[in-house]
Each structure stands twice: as structure tokens, then as C-alpha cells.
């Protein structure tokens, strides 16, 4: 994909490229890698073209933020005429009758459907993959590109979209974009307003996926209906907190996965900011308060689906689920207490800085045939620093940060208070600038 979501948007508005032949290429790209990559559960290839001749006749080009533009959805947002999968062959194949809020922003600001992105059963797991294939990392296909919204990533990272839609319950977005060296952004609660803002018990949202700073701000903006997201300003005189410390366990975490953090401290401070060391306070309650809605948050997508055709490590999964909500372990009273650490913490922070992951990706392959255990070790292992601001419902995003002795990608997380989705993209803005990455494994 040589062109970025907003050049391509910007051609297209000014009648320099044709948004059907835009999207006979971006067709003609997954046909020719998507057999390796394993993005898409399904490829839209007549219903996208169908799309972009309609979009063509519009006399509205000139407005249209996204004007064909490609754009790859994850399986869990409702399309007129697709079924909603979520990953799993035990809910029904009756197509949805009409677009959910997600999909109607992305049509009206002129993207172009081309496919729906592969992600694990119920969006549990930090790798996508399901009977018919797996989401594999482009930088490395032994590896994974991450979950749940692996496809997603996927699809940017290998070019075949510039951008595309996921959603974040414990780090969702952030940890593909990490590991496919890409720009995805969890905005805060509410910003992304749509009817299932009560998914995973308040800490799923909607987000972006991306190669830059301005495309991820660009697609945010729609998902969010707020224009003013796309105005990417660098902020001034911030205060930045870096920390490699893992909530809790303490655990140790490669240096090459936390030496990012150091470095983006040195360039952070080199563009005026102040930076110092500084670690919230964690504490056991928060953790074990993320932990128990890991575990029954799905259930809220488990009723719809025949529960002996569910893979085995989600039968189990629900089991604990059901266990923790008898015993009354999903208190708000938890989410409360944090809130006051998180405050704290901010009210003297604006921006904090961890390692994105705390483990290289996982190896790519099919976890769903693989025990409960086998799938949580390496699930938990890699996230300790995502979860806990999806339970805060405070906004975070990954950018890319250098490079891996293996050739992979590595990233750092970038948390703001509540309101600081423009903070953020700003910083991430100043990172890009001084600390240019490549799009693509081949840039």
C-alpha cells in the first residue's frame, strides 16, 4: 500500500485516482498475500466493488474524510448482509440486516468495505486464529500478529488496507499494533459512543489501526464522529513518567523490550518535555479486578452461541467466568480504587510511558486446539501492561519504537488522563517525526 489513508483520501477527492480502481487493487493485494497473512475471515471482493462504483456516483467526494479509502472491519461489528462470527463456527449465519453505528460512520465518510478481519473465539485471545485460518504476522509469519484484533493488523502491517477497525477490552488494538509495528489507538470511555459500551463490563472500545500517526487520528475521527480528532498539534511541556515495572508480579521483561521506553524518554525530552522515572501503584485489587472480567466479559457474546460448539478452551473459559460472577468478584468498588490511584498518578503525569509487550509475539499457529492453560500462559504473559487503563477507561495507544534483533518490531504504550486522545496523537506525532519508522517490513 504505497499510499497512506490520507493521501489516498485526498487523491481521490480531487478526481486524481478512481475509487474503483482503488479497490481492484487493494482486491488484486489480498488476493496475492492474504493466503499467507490470513487477515480476513471474508473478502468483499463483489460487495466492494458494487460499494466503490456507488461511492463514485456521489456528489459529496469533496466532504468525504475517507473518500475511498479501503478499510478492513473486525468480526464483531454488524454489516447489512454478513453475519457476525466473533471467531466461532457455534453462533448462527443469519446476516445482519443493517449496518451497526461503526460501520455506518466508516460508509458515510466514504471508506470502502473490502473485507472482515479474522479474530480468535469471542475475542478472548492475544493471537487470532479459527478453524479455516490464522492471522500471521507480515514481519514474521512463524509469529502472530497478535489478538484480538490480529486480522486487523494484519491486513495494515502486510499493506493490503492503509487502515483498519478493531476493538480493545485488555489491550485489543495495542497489542497486534505492537507486534506488527503499527500505530493503534484505545481512546477513553464514552469518546467512541456506540450502543456496546457495556462490553466487557465497560472496558471494550472501538479504535484504529494504522501506519501513521495522521492516518490512525484520521480514522479515529470518524469512528469517534468527532472531526477535530483528525488535527494532529504537538503538545508543549508535558510531563512524562516512563516505567518498566509490570504491574504486580514484578516480572522481569527482556531489555530489548524495555530499552524503547529509555530511548523515547531521551527523544521526549530532547523536544522540551520534562521526564522522569515514576511507576503508578498498581496494587493486587486492580490486576485481580481485570483478571475476573477477562474471564466473564465474554459471556456477555457466549449467550448467541450453541455452547457445545464453542472450542474447548472457551468452554473453560466460561466456566471460570461463571464462577467469578457468583462469587461476586466483579466489584466496582475495585474500579473505583484505581481510579483513585490512576488520578493520582496523573495528577502529576501527563503522559506515561511503558513497554508496550513484555514477551516477543507468540509463535503463530492453531491455539484454539490447545488447552485452557496452554493459550492463558502466553496470554498473560505478554499483556501486563494493557489491561489495567481498560479498567481505568483512561485512553492509550502503541506506536512503534525501533527494532528487535529478530527483525520484529517493537513498541511502547503511551497512557493519558481521561480526555487526552489529542495528547496523545501529539506525542505520538513528535515520536514519529525525530523517530521515523517503516510502514512495512520492506520500507
Known amino acids: 500500500m504505497a499510499l497512506t489513508a490520507v493521501e489516498l483520501a485526498e487523491a481521490v477527492r480531487a478526481k486524481e485516482i478512481d475509487p474503483v480502481q482503488v479497490t481492484k487493487e487493494a482486491l488484486a493485494r489480498i488476493a496475492a498475500a492474504d493466503g499467507l497473512v490470513g487477515a480476513f475471515r471474508k473478502v468483499r471482493a463483489a460487495e466492494a466493488l458494487a460499494e466503490a462504483e456507488l461511492l463514485a456516483q456521489r456528489d459529496d467526494m469533496a466532504d468525504l474524510p475517507l473518500a475511498g479509502v479501503p478499510v478492513a472491519v473486525k468480526d464483531v461489528s454488524e454489516i447489512g448482509g454478513e453475519y457476525v462470527e466473533w471467531g466461532s463456527a457455534a453462533g448462527g449465519r443469519e446476516p445482519m440486516p443493517a449496518d451497526d453505528v461503526i460501520v455506518r460512520?466508516?460508509?458515510?465518510?466514504?471508506?470502502?468495505?473490502?473485507?472482515?478481519?479474522?479474530?480468535?473465539?469471542?475475542?478472548?485471545?492475544?493471537?487470532?486464529?479459527?478453524?479455516?485460518?490464522?492471522?500471521?504476522?507480515?514481519?514474521?509469519?512463524s509469529r502472530t500478529s497478535g489478538g484480538s484484533s490480529g486480522g486487523s493488523a494484519a491486513a495494515v502491517a502486510a499493506g493490503l488496507?492503509?487502515?483498519?477497525?478493531?476493538?480493545?477490552?485488555?489491550?485489543?488494538?495495542?497489542?497486534?499494533?505492537?507486534?506488527?509495528?503499527?500505530?493503534?489507538?484505545?481512546?477513553?470511555?464514552?469518546?467512541?459512543?456506540?450502543?456496546?459500551?457495556?462490553?466487557?463490563?465497560?472496558?471494550?472500545?472501538?479504535?484504529?489501526?494504522?501506519?501513521?500517526?495522521?492516518?490512525?487520528?484520521?480514522?479515529?475521527?470518524?469512528?469517534?464522529?468527532?472531526?477535530?480528532?483528525?488535527?494532529?498539534?504537538?503538545?508543549?511541556?508535558?510531563?512524562?513518567?516512563?516505567?518498566?515495572?509490570?504491574?504486580?508480579?514484578?516480572?522481569?521483561?527482556?531489555?530489548?523490550?524495555?530499552a524503547p521506553v529509555d530511548e523515547i524518554g531521551k527523544l521526549l525530552s530532547a523536544a522540551g518535555h520534562t521526564v522522569e522515572h515514576a511507576t503508578p501503584r498498581y496494587g493486587v485489587a486492580a490486576v485481580g479486578g481485570i483478571l475476573a472480567r477477562w474471564f466473564a466479559g465474554p459471556q456477555l457474546q457466549a449467550h448467541d452461541f450453541h455452547p457445545a460448539r464453542l472450542q474447548p478452551r472457551t468452554r473453560t473459559h466460561l466456566r471460570f467466568g461463571r464462577a467469578m460472577v457468583r462469587a461476586g468478584r466483579i466489584r466496582e468498588e475495585t474500579k473505583f480504587n484505581w481510579l483513585t490511584r490512576a488520578e493520582e498518578?496523573?495528577?502529576?503525569?501527563?503522559?506515561?510511558?511503558?513497554?508496550?509487550?513484555?514477551?516477543?509475539?507468540?509463535?503463530?499457529?492453531?491455539?484454539h486446539e490447545r488447552s485452557w492453560l496452554a493459550n492463558a500462559i502466553p496470554a498473560m504473559r505478554v499483556a501486563p501492561f494493557a489491561g489495567l487503563w481498560n479498567l481505568a477507561g483512561y485512553p492509550a495507544m502503541s506506536v512503534p519504537a525501533g527494532r528487535h534483533s529478530s527483525g520484529l518490531p517493537l513498541g511502547v504504550q503511551l497512557v493519558a488522563a481521561p480526555g487526552g486522545e489529542a495528547r496523545l496523537l501529539g506525542i505520538a506525532a513528535q515520536i514519529e517525526s525525530r523517530k521515523p519508522w517503516p510502514r512495512t517490513k520492506e520500507s
Open 105 to 141: 460512520r466508516l460508509r458515510r465518510a466514504g471508506a470502502v468495505i473490502v473485507g472482515i478481519a479474522r479474530v480468535p473465539e469471542l475475542c478472548i485471545w492475544p493471537f487470532s486464529d479459527t478453524a479455516d485460518g490464522v492471522a500471521r504476522n507480515p514481519w514474521d509469519p
Open 161 to 258: 488496507v492503509p487502515i483498519a477497525h478493531g476493538s480493545d477490552g485488555l489491550g485489543s488494538i495495542r497489542l497486534p499494533a505492537a507486534m506488527c509495528g503499527l500505530v493503534g489507538v484505545k481512546p477513553g470511555y464514552g469518546v467512541i459512543s456506540t450502543p456496546g459500551d457495556a462490553g466487557w463490563f465497560g472496558m471494550s472500545t472501538h479504535g484504529p489501526l494504522a501506519t501513521t500517526v495522521a492516518d490512525a487520528a484520521l480514522l479515529l475521527s470518524v469512528l469517534a464522529d468527532d472531526p477535530s480528532l483528525a488535527e494532529v498539534k504537538p503538545p508543549r511541556d508535558l510531563r512524562i513518567a516512563l516505567s518498566t515495572r509490570v504491574p504486580l508480579t514484578r516480572a522481569p521483561v527482556p531489555r530489548q523490550l524495555t
Open 345 to 367: 498518578f496523573f495528577a502529576d503525569h501527563d503522559i506515561l510511558v511503558t513497554p508496550s509487550l513484555a514477551t516477543l509475539p507468540p509463535r503463530a499457529g492453531r491455539w
